[in-house]
C-alpha cells in the first residue's frame, strides 16, 4: 500500500514527527552518551531561543507587571494594567472575537480537513496524488500574498463574483473586510499542516483493523465513529493544539481583510503600540496572547508526552 | 536511494546559489562590510562601502509614489549636487511598524552609542513624543538648514519636523455613474448623498490611512464650527473634545450607508481599488496618489476629483526629520536643505503631484500658472499627534462599533 | 520503457469510451475533489498571475482586458528588486544551513541520549512560536545593538535561525527516535565501526525527514519578513520586505503580482525538484529496485 511517491515520505515524515514526539528515551540505555555530551549539543539552539525569545520575553512581563507611580517615582508590583485590558469593552471584544475566530477557524479546519485525510488514506485513485499536491501548496504561498489574492478574488466584483456572474448568479456578498474573510484566509493557510497531520494518524490505524470491523458487519459511518474518530483523537489534538497557536496572533491576514472593529489581538496589540503609542498596553496584550496560546500548548505537550494506547 | 540525491541536489544547489551571489554581487548590499565602522566611531569619515562617499540614509513609509520618486529622480539629483554624499533610501511600508520601527532603533542605538545607521526620516516624529523626550530627533530651522526661510511659518508642525510637500485629501467619483450636478459639494450634501445611496461610498480607517483620517477630521471640523485654527495646540483642549461625540454621530448616522454596511479598508490604496473596480462610486483619496492612479491608468478616466467648497478636507505638509545621533548628521542637514530647494519643490509638483513646502511665489511662473486650479492657501492643518490619536480612538470605539454607548 | 508505461493506460482510454467512462464514474469523487481544491487552492493565485501579465484589468471581465509584459520588464529592472533577490535566495539558503547545523546534532542529542531536563528543553521550543513576536524585536533590537548586529548579514541570520528552530529539531529528533535500533545494531556486532554505522545506517533512514525539515525551513525563511526588516535594513532588504512595502503601498497591482511570481520561483523549483524524484523513484520500484 506504500506508495513511492518521494513527496509522501516526506508528508509522513514531517507528520511523523508531528504527532510522534517525543517518545520517552528508547530503551537505548546500553548506548547512552555522557550527559553532559548531550548539553553540548543542544547548547547552541537552546543559547539562541534564551538570548532572542525567552530574554525580551522576560522583559516584556517584568514590564507590565511593576508600575511605576508617576508622581513619587516608586516601582510596585501590580496588575493594574491587567485589569485596565479587562475593563476596557473594546479590548474584551477584540479578544472575544480573537476567541471566535480561532474557535471556528479551527473547527473549519476539521470539516474540510478530515475528509481530506480520509480521502488521502483510502483511495486508491490516481487522482489521489494531484490531491495531494493541491493540498501542500498552501504552504508555499506568504500571507501577504494570499491576502493580496483573496481581495481581488472574492473582493466585490472580484474573480469570483465574476464568475458567478457569467452563470447568472447576482447579489454576491463579499467575504472581504468580514469576519469570515479572516477565516478563509486562515483556513486555506492552516491546510496542509492539518490534513499532514490527520492523514498521519489516519495511517496508524492499520487496514487489518478497518478489515476486521467491516467482517463483522459494520457500516462506514460505525467505522468511522467507533474506529477512525477514537484512534485518531491524538493527531487530533495535535491539530487542534497547533493551529490554535498558529491562528490566535495571527497578524497580516487579520489585518487586511478583517473588519475595522472587531479586531483580532495581533492587529489590536500593533495598533496600541504604533496608533495609541502606548506601549505597556501593547505588551500587555502580547503577554495575555501568550498565557492563552501557552495554556494550549500545556495541553499539547500533555498529549504528546501520554503514552499511545497500543 | 533517491532521498540521498535530493538531499545532495537540494544542498548542492544552495551552495552553488550561495557562492554566486558571494562573488558575483558587487550591487547588492555590501552587508559584510558595511557594519564594520559601527565599532570604531574614531574613524568616521570614509564608511567603506562607496569609497569615499559618506552614506545618508534615507528611511520612508510613505507609499510607493513617494518611495519610487526619492529614489528615481532625488537621488541622482541629490549626488549630483553633493558628490561627496551617496543617498540610501529605504523602504519599510507594511512590515510591522514602518519607520516608528527604526526610530525605535535609533533610540536604542543611543543606549549604547551606537552608529544608528539612520540619518533622514520621511516622517513626523510627532508621533511618538517619547523619542522626541529622549532626544533622538534634531531641531531644525534656517539655522542648520538655510532654505527653511522660505517655507511659511503655518507649515511648520513641530521643530523637530521639517515640511517638504504637501498633498490634499479630495472627494473621487465616477463621473460615468453620477452627473456632476449631483456631486455633493459640502459635506453636509455628502452626508445625504452617502444615505441615498447606501453601499457606494468608502472611505479607509482614518489610522490606516491619510486619505480616511482627514476625512474623519473633516467631520470633526463640521460640528465644532468649521475653525480649524482652534485644533492647534498640541495637547487637545478638553473643551473641544467634549464635541468629538457629535462627530461621531454624524459618521455613524452614515455606517450602514458605507460599503457593504460599513466596511472600511486598511489603507489608502484598498480603497482606490474599490474606486478602480466600480465597487463603489465615490470615495476619499489623495490629491497626490488619485493623479498617479489617473496617469498610470489604474483608475479609469471616468473618475473626476472636487473639493468640499465651504471648507476642504484637510491636506498635510509631509515632514522630514533628522536624527540627532547620525553618524552623517551634517549630509541629512543638506539633504533636508537640498530638498527645499526651488529645484526639488519644483519636482514634488511636477512629479508627484503634490504641493510645494515652500511658498508659491519662489517656484517658477511658469508653474504657478498651470496650477492655479490647485493653488490654494486654505488647505486646512490638522496637528496630529494626540489629536490623531483621540480622533482614532473615538473612530474605532463610536463609528466602526457602537460597543461603548450599548454598554452600560 | 517507463514512458511507455505510463503512456498505455491513457491510450487505451482514449480509444476506448466506455473504459473511460467506467474509470471516470469510479473515479469521480476524485474528480469533484481535484475540481473543487482547484477552484479553492489555485483560483486565488490565478488572480495573481493574470495581474501580473495584465496591462489593464477593468471589472466585469474575467480575464485582463490588456494582456502584456511592459509590468515584468519595468519590475524586474528596479534597482531595489535585482539587488534583493539574490540576497534573499542567498540568505535562507545560509539560515536553512547554519540551521541545519546547529539544530541536527542537538536533535541527535535529544533522541538518543539522556540527560537531565531533556524534554523540557526540547518542548521549551514551542516557545518560538507562542509569544507574538512584534513585543519582541524591541528588546532585540537593543540587544544587538550592543552586539554591533544591527544592520549586518550576521544579525538577519541570527534572527531568522529563532523561526526555524521549532522545525529544524522537531521533526529530525521524532526522525532519530523512530528507527529501528535492531539495524544500527546488527551493523555494529558485525564489526561496522560507529561513523561508519550512522553514514550508512542511519543517516539514510533519517534522510526523507532531514529533507522535508530543510525544504520546509528554507520556504519560511525566504518568506520571513519582519524580523528581515527590524534587524536587517538598511544595509540588508531582502525580498519579502520589499514585497510587503510594494504590495501594501502600491497603486499599480502589477509589481506586487510579478514580485508575487517570483518570489514563488524558488519554492516552486524545489517542489520540482521532488517532483522529478517522485518520478524516478516510480521507475525504479517499476524495475523492482
Redesign the interface.
Known amino acids: 500500500m506504500t506508495r513511492p511517491y518521494n513527496r509522501k515520505k516526506i508528508f509522513m515524515a514531517t507528520a511523523r514527527a508531528l504527532t510522534a514526539q517525543p517518545a520517552p528515551p528508547a530503551a537505548a540505555k546500553r548506548r547512552d552518551l555522557s550527559g553532559l555530551f548531550g548539553y553540548v549539543l543542544i547548547a547552541p539552539p537552546v543559547a539562541i531561543m534564551l538570548l532572542l525569545i525567552f530574554y525580551p520575553a522576560i522583559e516584556a512581563v517584568i514590564e507590565t507587571i511593576f508600575v511605576s507611580d508617576a508622581q513619587t517615582g516608586q516601582t510596585t508590583l501590580s496588575l493594574q494594567n491587567y485589569i485596565a485590558f479587562f475593563q476596557d469593552p473594546i479590548l474584551r471584544a477584540n479578544l472575544t472575537f480573537t476567541v471566535l475566530v480561532t474557535l471556528a477557524t479551527v473547527f473549519m479546519l476539521f470539516v474540510v480537513g478530515y475528509p481530506l485525510a480520509m480521502y488521502l488514506r483510502f483511495s486508491k485513485s490516481r487522482l489521489a496524488g494531484t490531491v495531494q499536491v493541491l493540498t501542500l501548496f498552501p504552504l508555499f504561498v506568504p500571507g501577504v500574498i494570499l491576502a493580496f489574492a483573496l481581495i481581488r478574488f472574492l473582493g466585490t466584483h472580484g474573480m469570483f463574483d465574476t464568475l458567478l456572474g457569467i452563470v447568472g448568479i447576482s447579489g454576491y456578498r463579499t467575504p472581504y473586510l468580514q469576519p469570515q474573510g479572516i477565516v478563509i484566509a486562515l483556513v486555506w493557510e492552516h491546510i496542509p499542516f492539518t490534513v499532514l497531520v490527520l492523514t498521519a494518524g489516519l495511517r496508524q490505524v492499520e487496514d487489518a483493523v478497518i478489515e476486521s470491523a467491516r467482517d463483522v458487519g459494520a457500516s462506514g459511518w460505525q467505522i468511522f465513529t467507533r474506529i477512525l474518530l477514537p484512534l485518531t483523537t491524538r493527531s487530533a489534538l495535535i491539530v487542534f493544539c497547533l493551529n490554535v497557536i498558529g491562528v490566535f496572533g495571527a497578524f497580516t491576514l487579520p489585518y487586511l481583510l478583517g473588519p475595522a472593529q472587531p479586531m483580532m489581538m495581533g492587529v489590536s496589540m500593533q495598533q496600541a503600540f504604533n496608533n495609541y503609542q502606548d506601549r505597556i498596553g501593547a505588551l500587555t496584550q502580547a503577554v495575555l496572547t501568550f498565557l492563552i496560546c501557552a495554556a494550549v500548548g500545556v495541553l499539547y505537550v500533555r498529549t504528546i508526552t501520554r503514552p499511545r494506547e497500543r | 536511494?533517491?532521498?540521498?540525491?535530493?538531499?545532495a541536489?537540494?544542498?548542492l544547489v544552495?551552495?552553488l546559489?550561495?557562492a554566486?551571489?558571494?562573488c558575483?554581487?558587487p550591487?547588492?548590499?555590501?552587508?559584510?562590510s558595511?557594519?564594520a565602522a559601527?565599532?570604531a566611531p574614531a574613524a568616521t569619515n570614509a564608511p567603506p562601502?562607496s569609497g569615499g562617499k559618506s552614506v545618508v540614509?534615507f528611511?520612508t513609509?510613505?507609499?510607493?509614489?513617494i518611495?519610487d520618486w526619492i529614489?528615481n529622480k532625488v537621488k541622482p539629483a541629490f549626488e549630483k549636487a553633493y558628490p561627496q554624499y551617496e543617498l540610501?533610501v529605504?523602504?519599510?511600508?507594511?512590515?510591522?511598524?514602518g519607520v516608528?520601527?527604526?526610530a525605535?532603533?535609533a533610540q536604542?542605538?543611543m543606549?549604547?552609542g551606537?552608529d544608528p545607521?539612520?540619518e533622514v526620516f520621511d516622517w513626523d516624529p510627532r508621533?511618538?513624543?517619547?523619542y522626541i523626550q529622549a532626544g533622538v530627533f534634531e531641531k531644525l530651522s534656517p539655522a542648520n538648514v538655510p532654505n527653511a526661510k522660505n517655507v511659511p511659518e503655518a507649515y511648520y508642525l513641530s521643530e523637530y519636523g521639517m515640511p517638504y510637500r504637501g498633498s490634499q485629501v479630495l472627494l473621487a467619483y465616477d463621473s460615468s455613474k453620477i452627473p456632476d450636478n449631483e456631486v455633493p459639494k459640502t459635506f453636509a450634501d455628502l452626508v445625504t448623498w452617502v444615505k441615498a445611496h447606501p453601499g457606494q461610498f468608502v472611505y479607509c480607517?482614518p489610522?490606516k490611512g491619510g486619505s480616511g483620517g482627514n476625512f474623519v477630521v473633516r467631520a470633526l471640523y463640521e460640528v465644532t464650527g468649521k475653525d480649524p485654527k482652534i485644533f492647534q495646540s498640541a495637547d487637545p483642549d478638553p473643551k473641544i473634545l467634549a464635541e468629538f461625540p457629535k462627530a461621531w454621530e454624524l459618521l455613524r448616522s452614515m455606517h450602514d450607508s458605507i460599503?457593504?454596511n460599513g466596511?472600511?479598508?486598511?489603507?489608502n490604496?484598498?480603497v482606490?481599488?474599490?474606486l478602480?473596480?466600480?465597487?463603489v462610486s465615490m470615495a476619499t483619496v489623495w490629491s497626490d496618489?488619485s493623479r498617479?492612479?489617473l496617469d498610470?491608468?489604474?483608475l479609469?478616466p471616468t473618475i473626476k476629483v472636487v473639493q468640499f467648497t465651504d471648507l476642504p478636507m484637510p491636506g498635510s505638509y509631509a515632514p522630514l526629520s533628522v536624527v540627532a545621533g547620525a553618524k552623517n548628521k551634517q549630509g541629512a542637514l543638506d539633504f533636508v536643505n537640498f530638498m527645499l530647494s526651488v529645484e526639488e519643490q519644483t519636482s514634488v509638483v511636477k512629479d508627484i503631484g503634490g504641493f510645494p513646502a515652500i511658498e508659491w511665489k519662489y517656484l517658477p511662473q511658469d508653474l504657478q500658472t498651470q496650477f492655479t486650479s490647485v493653488i490654494t492657501n486654505n488647505v486646512p492643518y490638522w496637528p496630529g499627534g494626540k489629536w490623531?490619536?483621540e480622533r482614532?480612538?473615538g473612530w474605532?470605539?463610536n463609528v466602526?462599533?457602537n460597543?461603548?454607548q450599548g454598554?452600560p | 520503457m517507463a514512458t511507455l508505461t505510463s503512456a498505455t493506460p491513457t491510450r487505451e482510454m482514449a480509444l476506448n469510451p466506455t473504459l473511460l467512462w467506467k474509470r471516470m464514474r469510479r473515479e469521480l469523487l476524485s474528480v469533484v475533489l481535484v475540481v473543487v481544491l482547484f477552484i479553492v487552492i489555485i483560483g486565488p493565485m490565478l488572480t495573481v498571475i493574470f495581474w501580473a501579465f495584465a496591462e489593464q484589468w477593468r471589472y466585469p471581465s474575467l480575464v485582463p482586458t490588456k494582456w502584456g509584459l511592459s509590468y515584468w520588464q519595468e519590475t524586474l529592472t528596479r534597482a531595489d528588486v535585482t539587488a534583493a533577490l539574490p540576497l534573499s535566495i542567498g540568505l535562507a539558503t545560509i539560515v536553512t544551513f547554519l540551521s541545519a547545523v546547529i539544530c541536527l546534532p542537538a536533535s541527535y542529542a535529544f533522541a538518543r541520549m539522556n540527560f537531565p531536563g531533556r524534554q523540557g528543553f526540547l518542548l521549551s521550543f514551542l516557545a518560538t512560536n507562542a509569544f507574538p513576536r512584534f513585543g519582541l524585536y524591541v528588546s532585540i533590537a537593543v540587544v544587538f545593538f550592543r552586539l554591533n548586529l544591527i544592520g549586518t548579514l550576521p544579525g538577519v541570520i541570527l534572527i531568522q535561525i529563532v523561526n526555524t528552530l521549532l522545525l529544524m529539531i522537531w521533526i529530525p529528533t521524532a526522525a532519530f527516535q523512530n528507527i529501528d535500533r535492531s539495524l544500527e545494531e546488527a551493523a555494529l556486532d558485525v564489526g561496522a565501526s560507529r561513523v561508519r554505522v550512522f553514514l550508512q545506517i542511519t543517516l539514510p533512514l533519517v534522510l526523507p525527514a532531514l529533507s522535508a525539515a530543510i525544504l520546509l525551513t528554507f520556504v519560511s525563511t525566504f518568506y520571513e519578513a519582519q524580523g528581515a526588516l527590524i534587524i536587517g535594513v538598511p544595509n540588508i532588504q531582502t525580498m519579502p520586505v520589499l514585497m510587503y512595502s510594494i504590495i501594501n503601498s502600491q497603486v499599480i497591482v502589477q509589481y506586487g503580482a510579478v514580485i508575487s511570481l517570483v518570489l514563488w520561483l524558488p519554492s516552486l523549483l524545489l517542489l520540482t525538484f521532488a517532483q522529478r524524484f517522485v518520478r524516478g523513484n516510480t521507475i525504479s520500484a517499476g524495475f523492482g529496485v
Open positions: 536511494m533517491p532521498y540521498r540525491k535530493f538531499f541536489v537540494t544542498l544552495g551552495i546559489i550561495g554566486l551571489i558571494a558575483s554581487s550591487s547588492a548590499p555590501p552587508a559584510t558595511a557594519p559601527t565599532s562601502p540614509n528611511y513609509d510613505g507609499d510607493t509614489n518611495s529614489a540610501k529605504t523602504t519599510v511600508r507594511g512590515v510591522g511598524n516608528a520601527d527604526i525605535a532603533r536604542a542605538a543606549q549604547t551606537a545607521q539612520a508621533g511618538r513624543p517619547e480607517r489610522d460599503y457593504q466596511s472600511y479598508p486598511a489603507g490604496n484598498p482606490l481599488e474599490l478602480a473596480n466600480g465597487s496618489q498617479q492612479a498610470k491608468g489604474v479609469p490623531s490619536t482614532d480612538k474605532y470605539e466602526a462599533t460597543i461603548k454598554s
